[in-house]
């Protein structure tokens, strides 16, 4: 089975500052990475998709970039509502795995 | 505009069952491969299982293999979770999602939209 990594677990950041996520995968996964975003009580959201094009509706801030294993989930300039916890995946495999989600906290 | 209400969850005793359902409109859900994905308290999503357009190819984590049984009636435009021998790691929202692919590429699926959830709580 394919283990996909996320780091850091948490984070905390500022309105305003650059964020970056990663996520590695156990073994190489082209570009078949998501991300998406999840606010506790509420449905999670697709934010990237094929690991760096962006969902419709989605603010350009959000990017997405890598190929094989390692990517990023790029945040340009943190806004109130972007504090979340922050979810790859990956659709290499008929598992789909997550990984362990990364928090971001308002510092 | 897509939306996914799930229904069927609730308390159930260990060794239970229970079905879930997730009605979905504002797209043709024939055209979809459809999935379940849960969150257990205090932790991460987990990929439950998808089922093809159709109806004719479905999958499963391990974790519930052998277990759980997703179905589909796409004349009533449903998705449906039957969840058997229930055991208290399976406490968690469940969640059902759309399943769309990148045009021409192979198999480079994404989950683009999303139900509320719905809690399963197993408990004696």
């Known amino acids: 089975d394919i283990q996909m990594t996320q780091s850091p677990s948490s984070l905390s950041a500022s309105v305003g500052d650059r964020v970056t996520i990663t996520c590695r995968a156990s073994?190489?996964?082209?570009?078949?990475l998501n991300w998406y975003q999840h606010k506790p009580g509420k449905a999670p959201k697709l934010l990237i998709y094929?690991?760096?094009r962006l969902q419709s509706g989605v603010p350009s801030r959000f990017s997405g970039s890598g190929s094989g294993t390692d990517f990023t989930l790029t945040i340009s300039s943190l806004q109130p509502e972007d504090f979340a916890t922050y979810y790859c995946?990956?659709?290499?495999?008929?598992?789909?795995?997550f990984g362990q989600g990364t928090k971001l906290e308002i510092k | 505009q897509v939306q996914l209400v799930e229904s069927g969850g609730g308390l159930v005793k260990p060794g239970g069952s229970l079905r879930l359902s997730c009605a979905a409109s504002?797209?043709?859900?024939?055209?979809?491969?459809m999935s379940w994905v849960r969150q257990a308290p205090g932790k991460g999503l987990e990929w439950v299982s998808y089922?093809?357009?159709?109806?004719?190819?479905?999958y499963y984590a391990d974790s519930v293999k052998g277990r759980f049984t997703i179905s589909r009636d796409n004349a009533k435009n449903s998705l449906y979770l039957q969840m058997n021998s229930l055991g208290a790691e399976d406490t968690a929202v469940y969640y059902c999602?759309?399943?769309?692919?990148?045009?021409?590429?192979?198999?480079?699926?994404?989950?683009?939209?999303w139900g509320q959830g719905m809690l399963v709580t197993v408990s004696s």
């Open positions: 504002g797209f043709t859900f024939s055209d979809y491969y």
């Open positions: 999602a759309r399943v769309s692919l990148l045009p021409y590429s192979y198999g480079m699926y994404y989950f683009d939209y």
């Open positions: 995946q990956e659709s290499h495999s008929p598992s789909y795995t």
């Open positions: 073994q190489t996964i082209s570009s078949y």
């Open positions: 094929v690991a760096s």
């Open positions: 089922i093809s357009s159709s109806g004719n190819t479905m």
